[in-house]
């Protein structure tokens, strides 16, 4: 079975799934009620869980995704989107939170297949291969005190991501996990 | 009506057509204020505005061409989006 029949996918944007509301659930719980936030999500996908953000905060929302259907679908749902790969087009210092959902299943090279949904879903062979670039960049463009929302897997290895993310220089706090029968979801605060 | 202000419409039913959020033409705008935290992706110097369309109310950007003031590299701005991806990306298939 492939990843795509795995995960009933039909469209070439990555619908809202377990994932996207552990998130969606972890950082509405925690951003501070201040319109003045400033809020990333990487990867919107749909545009799920910065249209929760939007809706259940009062903080200001941006969402950026490389796939343009991503990027469309997630303007539809009225959320401001820019078109990115991960943090490159956004200013130093900008953001009081990231919140990330990466592609995370580690995927055997010979059955990637070439489409967005790959994009959306595959982390290469360990899993790792958008977590690492992510975590090496969204320092930059963190405020000061500003933290990360990033959804880990199991299926990834916690450990290895803790570890990668402290030495990029965030320690690193499990701020909600869930358990399913192949995967445990767990979120990560990553802060300075 | 705002189209960043605007409710997370329909909260409950996140699998709803797109073809008909597509329909919704007011959304696809950017607001001005975006280009304060946006940088060019290659060197990360700031971005100008140019030949820019505003929509009927003159506040919101429609379409236009954001420039880097350092490279010169030139980034769309489509149906409210900023295309931000460095230009070896851009396309619309996979890499």
């Known amino acids: 079975m492939t990843l795509r029949e795995q995960r009933e996918i039909e469209t070439d944007v990555y619908q809202p799934a377990e994932d996207s509301q552990l998130l969606a659930e972890a950082a509405c719980a925690r951003l501070p009620a201040d319109e003045d936030q400033l809020v990333l999500e990487v990867g919107t996908g749909s545009g799920y869980v910065a249209g929760r953000i939007a809706a259940e905060t009062p903080v200001r929302v941006i969402a950026s995704d490389l796939n343009p259907h991503a990027v469309r679908e997630a303007r539809g749902e009225g959320v401001e989107t820019v078109r990115a790969d991960l943090v490159a087009p956004f200013a130093d210092g900008t953001f009081d939170a990231v919140a990330f959902n990466p592609p995370y299943l580690p995927t055997d090279p010979e059955n990637e297949w070439d489409d967005w949904m790959e994009h959306a879903l595959s982390g290469g062979e360990d899993g790792r291969a958008v977590i690492d670039p992510f975590l090496e960049n969204v320092g930059r463009v963190l405020a000061p005190d500003g933290v990360v929302y990033l959804l880990v897997s199991s299926l990834t290895g916690v450990d290895e991501v803790v570890e990668r993310a402290g030495e990029e220089g965030f320690s690193a706090v499990a701020v909600a996990d869930e358990s399913f029968p192949f995967e445990t979801l767990t979120v990560l605060k990553l802060f300075r | ?95």
């Open chain 2, 1 to 95: 009506m705002s189209a960043v202000s605007r409710p997370f419409r329909e909260r409950l039913c996140p699998f709803r057509s797109r073809s008909l959020l597509l329909s919704a033409v007011s959304l696809f705008i950017m607001k001005e204020s975006l280009l304060e935290i946006l940088c060019c992706p290659l060197d990360k110097h700031d971005l100008e505005l140019e030949d820019a369309e505003y929509d009927d109310a003159g506040e919101e950007i429609v379409a236009g061409t954001l420039v880097c003031s350092e490279c010169g590299e030139r980034y769309p701005i489509e149906d409210g989006i900023p295309n931000l991806l460095p230009p070896d990306m851009r396309e619309e298939t996979p890499a």
